[in-house]
Every structure is written in C-alpha cells, then in structure tokens.
C-alpha cells in the first residue's frame, strides 16, 4: 500500500523471516466479511513487483525513537521518516525453557510440532483458542489429553451451547476423503535439512494464517481416528520429568475410557503433568496453546511507548502510538479509540490484514497532510472461519462481550447440521454466531449494522420455516 502510495520513496521491510506472507485469493464475502487465504512468498516477489521496497532480512535489535533510528542484528542502523512496528505476538508459553513444551503460533513450530508427533503415542493439549481446537480436531492416531480453564471447549469464540453442537464431531470417526481446502501449504525454504530442537519457540516465525494444519501430516503413532479426552476447569500446575516423577511416588492415569474407570498407567512417559485438579497424565509433549502476548519487547527500551492494559502498544484512532512519526498496527497494538458498539480487537488475521492497510493509508494521509475518517473495517467485527469441518461466522458482540446482563439470546440448532445464535439487547441484534451453511451472515451483518428494531418479530425470527432473508432484503 505503502509502495503505491509514494513510488518515489524508499521502503523498508526488515523482517527476520526468511519469507513473507501475501494474502492471496481474497475475496469480500459481504460488506464486513473477508475471506482470503496467506501464502509464503520469497521476498523477492515483492521487491520485483515494487521496485522501491527493500526487504532487510535481520531482527531488530533497538529502536532510538529520539534519533528516529533502528539497528537491526546485523549490525546496520537505519533512519526512518515514519515507522510503523507490525512485530505481531509471541506464544504464551505455560513454562518458559521446557523442553517438552511445545508452543504453536508459526510455520517453524508447526512443523516441529508434526515431527514429534511422528513419534507420539499421547499428548496434552493446553489451551482452548482457535489453534488448540483445530489441532485437536486435526490429530488422528495419538491419544490428547485436551486440558481447558472453563467449563466448555472453544470459549474464546463460542458458549457452551455451540461447544455441545461440535462436540459430537470428535468422536465421530472423520471422513477418509476430507474436504479440500484451497488454503495455506506452510514451507519454510530449506528448513526440512536442519533438525530443529524440540521447542525452538524462542525464535519468532510468522504467524499461523487459517487453515495452518493443511498439508501437514497430523498423524501419531496409533492405528485409530479421534481420541480426545477433555479435563475442563482446570490447568496445568507443574510439569514433571520423568526422574521428577519417578521421585514422587505419585499415580498416573491412563488414558480414561469411561470417566468411571481410571486406572493406575502402567507405561513411564518421558514427561509428566500435573493438573489443578489433581490428576496426573504421562505423555510424550505437552502442547502449549494459551493463546499470545504482543511482542513488544524489542521496542521498549529507551523509548517512552503507552501500552494497553494487554501489554499492546497503544494507538489512537489513525494507528499512532504515542511516540511521534511512529504507528503500529496487528497484534503488537491494542486500539484505544472509542470503538463502535458492535467491534473489538481480536488478534486474528483478519483484523491484522485490515490494521496493516489502514494504518498505511493513515501514514500516508499524515505526509500529505490530508484527514482520513476511521476505516469501515472498524464498524462492525466479523470473522469467518473453519472449525471441526463446519463454516463458521462471528459477528459483532457474538458471546455478549460487554453487554452486562442486558442481553437475550435467541437459538436455533439442527444437530449435526447447523448451529445459530443471536445475541439481541432492547429488540436490536448485537451478535450472532453460525455454524454450518446458514447463508444468514449478509443479512445478519445488515441488521447488526442498522440497528433495525425486531422485536415485533418475536421468537419467529429465527423460524427455519420462515426466510429471513425475503423479510429485509
């Protein structure tokens, strides 16, 4: 954006990733929904395309906002006009150094994950974002222990309602021929030759767009599908190696086959974990997916940045932080604007996509000394995703986030079909989940947006014998 912008000026890329991300194949499903998919591309593609961008391979070392100067790990300093920091976020790792803990947010760790699951027999799954249920869904062959904080699975974008719509899907036994996904290969050039330590989480990839687990071969060491066995409520209190253990004499459980029976495990794992809860389970690693903290390390020195109360740097409404000539943008930022009713930040691609694009129109605005209002993207938060094979939607406050108790849900569910959710205050929708082929985001979304009053419609309108559609089309 940047690069078409100013022609003329040079741009820096200084990335200490080997390749860069493009999205590809984007597509405007409706006025809020994006549906696109993120492809590693040597960075050469992009300085060939724009001949004034020049990508610097090196992590950054400092910044010296006062100097308006960087110098990277290479050695090289570099002055800058305007900057903007899109360092994104890091794993937020139960146990920092273990090296039984495996954290997953890029290409290099889900590639190191899949090679140690090779060899697995047992995991445990930490987590209960986006990353954790997809892993889980995608594992076949290797028993998961799947540990959760709350009372059902995938809070951060469903209830508990959806949780039991999805459940029956992973112990369902998947389908031989699954369903083709146009996304995401993930390939690291050259990364296959060196052998990488088990967690090398240490070191920042980029970030896993949707669809991350295609192409990889999420196979364990077990001649069966699906078998996940959930522990909700609880988290992980200590991690144990084996000798730890062994020292303990303590018990450790098999893997349970009716919550009734649990026996004493008779196998020694190499790693060992212990939940609030009490319960102990062996296992051959430990997947850490606890979701992300901004990485904001690299900038704060020397350097008098505001941050959220979420450690993001804080920007205003044009993307700014609060040191001159400097904006950020993705989720190394926390938006501290006075948000719209029906939106807040979420580090997701989508919104990373969408803060990156703005936040160059912004820079540029500010050089040519123009005004621009807050982006359309901003109005109303939407989100499509895949999860357990079915579509999934999320629009505006979808769990009632802020909403207090001054909310009503309205529910329609076909088991194994389809799963639709409102979220309604004072007769106006504020939210909806849907899973499965609902067709009802676009009119939805028009209705989150209009604030239309529904009230006169009742329980009918969620009626699957009426259209909505023809209602407010």
């Known amino acids: 954006k940047l690069a078409m912008e100013f022609p003329s000026e040079d741009i820096f890329l200084v990335t200490a990733s080997p390749v860069i991300k493009a999205v ?34 090196s992590g950054v070392k400092q910044l ?104 029956p899907k992973l112990t369902a036994e998947k389908q031989e021929t699954p369903i083709e996904c146009k996304r995401t290969k993930y390939t690291m050039e050259g990364s296959e030759e060196k052998d990488r330590p088990i967690a090398a989480s ?8 949707p669809d991350w687990h295609e192409g990889l ?56 974990v212990e939940l609030t809860n009490g319960k102990i389970y062996g ?40 040191v001159p000539d400097i904006y950020a943008a993705g989720d190394i930022c926390t938006a501290s604007w006075e948000p719209s009713p029906v939106w807040h930040q979420m580090r997701l691609w989508t919104q990373a996509r969408q803060m990156g694009w703005y936040a160059a129109k912004c820079m540029a605005a500010d050089t040519l000394g123009e005004f621009i209002d807050l982006d359309f993207s901003f109005e109303l938060f939407a989100h499509v995703t895949k999860f357990f094979n079915y579509k999934v939607v999320v ?26 959710k409102v979220v309604m205050q004072n007769g106006r929708m504020m939210g909806a989940v849907l899973i499965g ?4 985001e676009e009119t939805f979304e028009n209705l989150i947006l209009n604030q239309m009053d529904l009230s006169t419609y009742g329980e009918d309108f969620l009626n699957p014998d009426i259209d909505i559609e023809d209602y407010f089309d």
Request: charge should be negative; proline fraction near 3%; hydrophobic fraction near 40%.
């Open 24 to 57: 590809t194949n984007f597509k405007q499903v409706s006025k809020a929904l994006e549906e696109f998919d993120v492809e590693e591309q040597p960075s050469s593609l992009l300085e060939k395309r724009y001949p004034n961008i020049k990508v610097i391979h």
């Open 64 to 167: 010296k906002s006062v100097e308006h100067k960087i110098f990277t790990e290479d050695g090289k300093e570099y002055v800058y006009e305007k900057l903007c920091l899109c360092a994104g976020a890091r794993p937020k790792l139960i146990f920092e150094g273990n090296p039984y803990v495996l954290g997953i947010r890029d290409t290099d760790s889900a590639q190191a994950f899949q090679k140690n699951l090779a060899q697995a027999a047992r995991i445990v799954v930490v987590g209960n974002g986006g990353i954790a249920l997809e892993l889980v869904y995608e594992i076949q062959g290797c028993e998961v222990i799947w540990a959760i904080k709350d009372k059902a699975i995938g809070n951060t974008f469903f209830d508990a309602g959806a949780a039991e719509f999805l459940i």
């Open 202 to 209: 240490d070191k920042l990839g980029s970030a896993l767009g």
């Open 217 to 272: 071969d999420l196979k364990g060491t077990k001649e069966f599908s699906h078998k996940v066995h959930i522990e909700i409520l609880c988290e992980v209190k200590k991690i144990h190696l084996q000798q730890e253990f062994i020292q303990l004499q303590r018990t450790s459980l098999t893997f349970p086959k009716e919550e009734k029976n649990v026996e004493p495990d008779e196998v020694l794992w190499p790693v060992y």
């Open 283 to 322: 296992c051959d690693f430990i997947v850490s997916a606890t979701g992300v903290v901004p990485n904001v390390k690299p900038f704060l020195d020397g350097n008098n940045f505001a941050l959220g109360e979420d450690g993001g740097l804080k920007v205003d409404k044009h993307m700014h932080t609060s």
């Open 395 to 420: 629009l505006g406050k979808y769990n009632a986030q802020g909403l207090g108790l001054d909310h009503e849900l309205m529910l329609r569910c076909t088991k194994g079909q389809e799963y639709v």
């Open 437 to 440: 082929e609902t067709d009802l």
